[in-house]
């Protein structure tokens, strides 16, 4: 009697709690299986925060990411992954994959990625955070959570399939010696025969990186009795040896081989596997599994919960009253946000290249996609782990030489133009960044102006090329001689633009640290007017776009070259640096034109005034040539509000979200590249997007009544407010309050959300005369306007 009571109490409990989290749970708005179909490349699986192990399954499809909902086969379940990356599918080391086989033959199991790929039950899919699970049409069942380290996988295998005399058949599981690229050079698995241990390593080549890195594993078992193991090679296995090596013989010859597991089938038929990573040793990997999912009895649904507690943190900064919109923009929203929390990923203690006591963070990849508002936005939501992220990048420059442009797997990634990562230290330095252990701003210094000033022997992996012409001639001119370093002499046309953008932040920084010779950075912000071609015209289709006056490519002897403005458009064809790189890298001189962030005024008047600029900048993105799938575009959705036009950018905004960027599978324009895309839905949402590298924020009405951002470091809430909002309603700011006084700038600084103050936008049907002023517009250098020359 009283146990029953206490029964029923808790289960009364049980019910309640779940119904109360059900309504406040700000996890059910995380989807993430948004951005896993139609190149997306989104990661859909089991993380924590910048997490290291990502569990998910592995199809035969679009798997940049692991999975995709694009109805492909499942190969595998495997540990690490990156997130809405281009270049090749990234990671996927080690995959298990659970079968039986046919009469319990070890040899009538499918060993090859080709014959054991297997479709799922489509809506058996759960997706959540801190968790990942689909059933097999073989009727095996996977469920995933992770570690920091390590993945934990529950595999259910059928209890009612037997042989033809009648006795179940037992549970198989593989280990696959490959990623998800089969770049494996060579790779070494033993086998514990009673414990059933896999202990291995395999040495690997960077997705869209330089070198190679090893990766080491160490993978557990639980759940019945083991009955037989060994190692498989080419579709044949055996119960000896325990040990297997394997390489790249002739022509870079390739075989799939790895190691198996079978278990006595029991009722339930439950499996579980523990898989712990490590760049450094096989007896690092077990530790860390060890460490982070200690048994026996590994507490699968512990770990699930310890994760979800990890992300409820994490999202729970932000605050939304909706005011009436739609679910599927709050959906939009957190995972947006979710999304820019996978990667950096934070390897620290995980990396064997040098001793540091510095935090080490990988995957920037690349950083020419995050530093335009992925790495602002962790500014804002995890300003602590962005703080580590920065010291990881100034420890890289300190050990390597060199800021990296791009990272991946302990590899150098490829430049794709600038030196971007110098706005990224310039932007945490305007912003005041700080964490429990504070930057060090000298070295950050020295290792910008490492990049301006010398030029390292191959600029594909850092740094910039062409410095010679650049300090000479003042731009990077059409195949450039150059000597003293190597890389694809191609993109001349945008790399001014981004060595001119990066000077500028350097400018800025230095000008900040007490350095008399920022003017020399300064002074070559300019250098992108120098290609600046005042009677180059436009066609499409050999109708003239009306508009005259192009950026250029230029020879060394100063005789201009040529590349049609619409050339890399989504009008003509992807530029990639790989098949056919021209002078603008990914995306056309149409595109790249606008790339002044720090010049805005001069453009205009290089355009003939604030009309001229408007009309061209509507044609780029009515025209077809913007490509709002890849980040080049980001900014220019806010550029009409240095023509005192913030109204426009609001009209822009709409017109990209949702039709763009919305809460489905094919619900991204583009790769999400690591939460670069994830970050411009989330900013746009919120009505404030950064020009990085400088103390703005650009204001939009955001899409919901009001939005608030709980500043984690110092507990201040800062708010965004529109008064008289009505959900998808084309609505313009009238007149503005900052604190209760009236605010009439179409732009704030980051004290917004270091102090906690409150924005409130009055709203109305017409575009007014609010931040149309020359006094209230955004900052442009040549003006001084906004008071940064001041
Ligand atoms: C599962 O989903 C995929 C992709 O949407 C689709 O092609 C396939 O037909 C679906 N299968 C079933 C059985 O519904
Ligand atoms: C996927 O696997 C199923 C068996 O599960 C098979 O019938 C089908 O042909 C496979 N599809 C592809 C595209 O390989
Ligand atoms: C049935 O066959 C399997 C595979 O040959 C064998 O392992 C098992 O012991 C047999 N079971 C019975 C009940 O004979
Ligand atoms: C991988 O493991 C094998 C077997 O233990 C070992 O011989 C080999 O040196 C290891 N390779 C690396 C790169 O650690
Ligand atoms: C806003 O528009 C979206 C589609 O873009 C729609 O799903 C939603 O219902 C609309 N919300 C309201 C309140 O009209
Ligand atoms: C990064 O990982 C290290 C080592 O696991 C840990 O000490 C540190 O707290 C992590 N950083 C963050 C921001 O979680
Ligand atoms: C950074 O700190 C300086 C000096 O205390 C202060 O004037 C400035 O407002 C701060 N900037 C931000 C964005 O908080
Ligand atoms: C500016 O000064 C810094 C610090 O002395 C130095 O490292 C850098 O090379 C100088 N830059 C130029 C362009 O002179
Ligand atoms: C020029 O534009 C007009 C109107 O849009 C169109 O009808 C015509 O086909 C275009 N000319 C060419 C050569 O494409
Ligand atoms: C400048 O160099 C380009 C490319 O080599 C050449 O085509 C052009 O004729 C040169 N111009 C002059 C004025 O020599
Ligand atoms: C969602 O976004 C995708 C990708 O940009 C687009 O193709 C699709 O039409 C959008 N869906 C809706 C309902 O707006
Ligand atoms: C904002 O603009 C209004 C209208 O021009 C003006 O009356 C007011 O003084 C301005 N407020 C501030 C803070 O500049």
């Known amino acids: 009697m009283r146990n029953l009571d206490f029964t029923l109490l808790f289960l009364f409990f049980i ?14 708005y995380v989807d993430q299986l948004i951005g896993t179909n139609n190149g997306g490349n989104v990661f859909a699986g089991a993380t924590l925060p910048y997490g290291m192990a990502k569990a998910v399954a592995d199809v035969d499809g679009q798997n940049t990411g692991g999975f995709s909902t694009d109805g492909s086969n499942v190969t595998g379940f495997s540990h690490m992954h990156d997130s809405g990356t281009g270049g090749n599918p990234s990671l996927g080391n080690f995959p298990l994959f659970p079968q039986l086989c046919a009469e319990d033959q070890v040899d009538n199991c499918e060993f090859l990625i080709e014959g054991r790929a297997t479709h799922y039950v489509n809506e058996s899919v759960v997706a959540t955070p801190g968790y990942f699970a689909l059933d097999l049409v073989s009727g095996v069942s996977a469920e995933m959570t992770v570690s920091r380290h390590a993945a934990l996988y529950r595999f259910t295998f059928p209890a009612d399939q037997k042989a033809s005399n009648g006795s179940v058949l037992s549970p198989l599981i593989l280990l696959d010696l490959t990623d998800l690229s089969a770049s494996r050079q060579n790779a070494a698995v033993i086998l514990d025969e009673k414990t059933g241990r896999m202990m291995g390593n395999g040495t690997f080549i960077p997705s869209f990186g330089s070198g190679s890195f090893v990766l080491h594993f160490c993978a557990d078992f639980e759940g019945a009795t083991v009955k037989d193991n060994g190692i498989w090679v080419n579709n044949r296995a055996g119960t000896e040896p325990k040990e297997l090596f394997v390489t790249r013989g002739i022509n870079l010859f390739y075989i799939q081989a790895g190691a198996w597991i079978r278990f006595e089938a029991t009722e339930t038929n439950e499996i579980s596997a523990r898989v712990g990573v490590s760049f450094v040793s096989p007896e690092q990997a077990c530790q860390n599994a060890e460490t982070e999912i200690p048994g026996p009895n590994w507490d699968f649904d512990g770990l699930q919960s310890s994760a979800e507690d990890a992300w409820r943190e994490k999202l729970g900064g932000v605050t939304i009253e909706a005011g009436g919109q739609d679910d599927s923009f709050l959906t939009n929203f957190y995972s947006a946000m979710y999304r820019t929390m996978m990667s950096p990923q934070n390897y620290t203690g995980e990396n064997p290249l040098w ?31 962005l703080s580590e992220m920065v010291r990881s990048l100034i420890d890289t420059y300190v050990h390597l030489g060199w800021l990296p442009d791009c990272r991946m797997s302990l590899c150098k990634g490829f430049t794709q133009g600038g030196s971007n990562a110098d706005v990224v230290l310039t932007d945490a330095h305007v912003k005041n960044l700080t964490g429990p252990t504070p930057i060090n701003w000298n070295l950050a210094l020295q290792a910008v102006i490492n990049d301006a000033e010398n030029e390292p022997l191959d600029w594909s992996n850092e740094g910039r090329g062409g410095l010679q012409s650049w300090k000479t001639l003042n731009y990077i001119p059409y195949l450039d001689y150059d000597y003293l370093g190597f890389g694809t002499n191609s993109r001349s046309i945008s790399r001014t633009l981004e060595y001119s953008y990066n000077d500028f932040c350097i400018s800025t920084f230095s000008k900040s640290m007490g350095l008399s010779n920022y003017t020399t950075y300064l002074s070559r912000s300019s250098n992108w007017q120098n290609l600046y071609k005042s009677d180059t015209k436009s066609f499409i289709n050999g109708n003239d776009t009306g508009f005259t006056g192009f950026l250029q490519p230029k020879y060394l002897n100063g005789t201009w070259g040529y590349q049609d403005p619409i050339l890399c458009s989504p009008l003509d064809s992807f530029c990639s640096l790989t098949d056919n790189p021209q002078e603008t890298f990914e995306d056309s001189i149409w595109e790249y034109q606008f790339f002044v962030p720090h010049d805005i005024a001069t453009l205009i008047k290089q355009w003939g005034g604030v009309d001229a600029f408007i009309s061209r900048l509507n044609f780029l993105h ?50 999400d590249d690591t939460g670069a895309m994830a970050s411009f839905t989330a900013f746009c949402l919120s009505g404030l997007f950064p020009n990085p590298g400088q103390n703005v924020y650009f204001i939009t009405p955001p899409f919901f009544e009001s939005i608030s951002f709980t500043n984690p470091q110092n507990g201040k809430v800062a708010t965004i407010r529109n008064v008289g909002f009505v959900a998808n309603a084309s609505l313009y700011v009238q007149s503005a309050t900052l604190n209760g006084v009236g605010y009439n700038k179409s732009w704030i600084g980051h004290e917004f959300f270091s102090e906690g103050w409150t924005l409130e936008l009055m709203l109305g049907d017409e575009e007014s005369e609010w931040g149309t002023k020359e006094e209230d517009l955004p900052p442009s250098v040549s003006t001084g306007v906004g008071g940064m020359m001041g």
Do not use: M
């Open 355 to 385: 001793k540091s006591t510095e935090p080490y963070y990988d995957s920037f990849y690349c950083i020419w996609d995050a530093f335009r508002s992925q790495l602002p936005f962790l500014t804002i939501i995890d300003p602590d782990t």
């Open 622 to 671: 009515t025209s077809g040539l913007t490509d709002i799938g890849n980040e080049p575009s980001f900014l220019t959705v806010f550029l009409y509000h240095y023509a005192g036009r913030p109204a426009l950018s609001a009209d822009r905004v709409r017109s990209y979200i949702p039709s763009q960027f919305n809460a489905t599978t094919t619900g991204l324009p583009g790769n």
């Open 15 to 28: 019910v309640f709690s779940l119904q109360t989290a059900a309504q406040t749970d700000i996890l059910q």
